[in-house]
T-cell receptor, first 117, second 114 residues
Framework: NAGVTQTPKFRVLKTGQSMTLLCAQD?????MYWYRQDPGMGLRLIHY???????AKGEVPDGYNVSRLKKQNFLLGLESAAPSQTSVYFC????????????????FGAGTRLSVL | DQQVKQNSPSLSVQEGRISILNCDYT??????FLWYKKYPAEGPTFLIS?????DKNEDGRFTVFLNKSAKHLSLHIVPSQPGDSAVYFC?????????????FGQGTRLTINP
């Protein structure tokens, strides 16, 4: 059972280059999320999706775009990478059912470490 | 502004003793509070949670306490084991327009010394 898989695991970009981070989940979850983790900042929400074909902005959306064309996949795009986007990116998913966290715990991928030079 | 704060970046505890990790929050609208554990090169994994209407939740060696009047929660691990060495994130949940959102603290790196 793979859970949440992120590709690639590592990437180095030059300023201005573009790239797409892929998140795939095999748990048939409705909700998917993209976070970034920076030293001393915890995890901050970039964008999220409440279902196939939907996306919404999180806390720090600037410079990123997302797409959810298939339920199991959530893509994060950087159109023109900047050094400020050097970070570790995490994808998460949850089934989004109403109720306590026991029913909608967020499951995380292993992360993508991105460096922008 | 940081809605969820973990003011201790690191904590070192001797094996077998109690580890206490603290977290403060500012938003009274959070309905659940969660603790996640993270090992290097892995994603965070869910550890334990507490509803905003409770003051204590226990799961084996892990207990979370919530003090709503002080807007403070703590995670107690007893007895601490070497495998507990990790970064612990406190998170607070809100439901906005039907979507669950988590706000994370900065994390506390716990080191258990043998």
């Amino acid at each position: 059972n793979a859970g949440v898989t992120q590709t690639p695991k590592f990437r180095v970009l030059k300023t201005g280059q573009s790239m797409t981070l892929l998140c795939a989940q095999d748990m048939n979850h409705e909700y998917m999320y993209w976070y970034r983790q920076d030293p001393g900042m915890g995890l901050r929400l970039i964008h999220y999706s409440v279902g196939e074909g939907t996306t919404a902005k999180g806390e720090v959306p600037d410079g990123y775009n997302v797409s959810r064309l298939k339920k199991q996949n959530f893509l994060l795009g950087l159109e023109s990478a900047a050094p400020s986007q050097t970070s570790v990116y995490f994808c998460a998913s949850t089934d989004g059912l109403a109720g306590g966290p026991a029913k909608n715990i967020q499951y995380f991928g292993a992360g993508t470490r991105l460096s922008v030079l | 502004d940081q809605q969820v704060k973990q003011n201790s970046p690191s904590l070192s505890v001797q094996e077998g003793r109690i580890s206490i990790l603290n977290c403060d929050y500012t938003n009274s609208m959070f309905d659940y509070f969660l603790w996640y554990k993270k090992y290097p090169a892995e994603g965070p994994t869910f550890l334990i949670s507490i509803s905003s209407i409770k003051d204590k939740n226990e799961d084996g060696r892990f207990t979370v306490f919530l003090n709503k009047s002080a807007k403070h929660l703590s995670l107690h691990i007893v007895p601490s084991q070497p495998g507990d060495s990790a970064v612990y994130f406190c998170a607070a949940r809100s439901i906005i327009q039907g979507a669950q959102k988590l706000v994370f603290g900065q994390g506390t790196r716990l080191t258990i010394n043998p």
